[in-house]
């Protein structure tokens, strides 16, 4: 049974007792030690980012802090797509990354997400570990000490890789509304869709540290069906807080069901050969529709892999 992890990392409301600097830095010193552990460099290094939340500067100084007290090298890249510190943590070969959030929860929370050195989230033998690190580190000193960290674009480095997935200005005869939860997506999401060509209007794109998620994003659709609507654009798309969750809403302002999403994604890859094992991976809410909609494209397989 887990202590400190839940379903995706550590998480709460800020100033409790599992969400605050004081905690983090404890995390920090733990997660420093696990990699010595572990990895057996001479000189670990981390990717660490954040979203738009307030309380995320603090976590991220502290978290910071206490890594340097292992000496591990940290890159810093501020506010960024959580997507955006797992690529990250492949292209600097990193041995962890870490993404400050609550993902799609409101801005009086926080939390931690980790990567292993390969940008895989970490199993349960790795979360005991840390856990079992975390509560062998003493009480932290009441100030704690300055943190020191070297800046990391990832933010450009994801939106060149985004924007290399389709030709430039392939969109061009498109109008697409982006609903980007005032979070962190806030420049990332845009540059891609620009560079497509596409002409983009803009919902919860003026994060103020206290409004992620706040009546937008993934979590809220219906002001994104609206705008398509209102504005007849071709396609609305919304993120979570973090970047790491998607809806989509068609021209006709209907939200598009996950299945149907997965359907069409996985059509195409068998088509273009890229379906890895020939196998889709789904949650276990996803029904069987979506596996005779797969095999109606020629997919052989025994049946779709659910989680």
């Known amino acids: 049974m887990a202590k400190y992890f839940g379903t995706d990392g550590i998480r709460g409301r800020f100033g409790d007792s599992l969400i605050c600097p004081q905690f983090a830095y404890r995390i920090g010193c733990a ?34 802090s206490g890594l340097n007290r292992h000496e591990v090298y940290v890159h810093d890249a501020s506010v960024v797509p959580t997507p ?11 041995d962890l990354g870490i993404a400050i ?48 960290s070297h800046p990391l674009d990832a933010s450009g480095s994801y939106i060149n890789y985004l924007r290399s997935l389709m030709d430039q200005d ?23 869709f620009q560079h497509w060509g596409a002409e983009i209007l803009l919902i ?3 994060p103020d540290g206290l409004n992620i998620n706040d009546g937008v994003g993934s979590e809220c ?13 071709h396609i609305g798309i919304a993120h979570d807080g973090d970047g790491d969750r998607l809806v989509v809403c068609d021209e006709g302002g209907t939200i598009v069901d996950g299945d149907i999403i997965l359907a069409l994604f996985g059509r195409y890859a068998l088509k273009a050969g890229t379906l890895k094992a020939g196998t889709l991976v789904s949650t276990i809410h996803s029904n069987l529709g979506l596996d005779h909609a797969i095999r109606r494209c020629g997919w052989t397989g025994g049946s779709s892999r659910r989680r």
Do not use: M
């Open 101 to 148: 959030t609550a993902s799609h929860n409101p801005s009086c929370d926080n939390g931690i997400k980790l990567f292993d050195h390969c940008a895989h989230k970490l199993d349960v033998a790795q979360e005991s570990l840390i856990e079992s690190l975390i509560d062998k580190e003493p009480e932290p000193p009441v100030n704690l000490p300055l943190a020191k």
């Open 204 to 206: 919860g794109d003026r």
């Open 31 to 64: 997660l420093g030690n696990y990699l010595a552990k572990t990895r057996f460099e001479k000189t670990s290094t981390v990717v660490i980012g954040r979203d738009t939340r307030a309380s995320g500067v603090a976590l991220s100084d502290a978290l910071i």
């Open 221 to 233: 659709p219906a002001q994104l069906a609206e705008a398509v609507l209102e504005h007849k654009a």
């Open 170 to 192: 392939c969109l061009s005869d498109w109008r697409v509304v982006l609903d980007l939860a005032n979070g962190a997506t806030v420049k990332t999401t845009p540059g891609v």
């Open 84 to 94: 955006a510190i797992a690529r990250s943590v492949i292209d600097q070969h990193a």
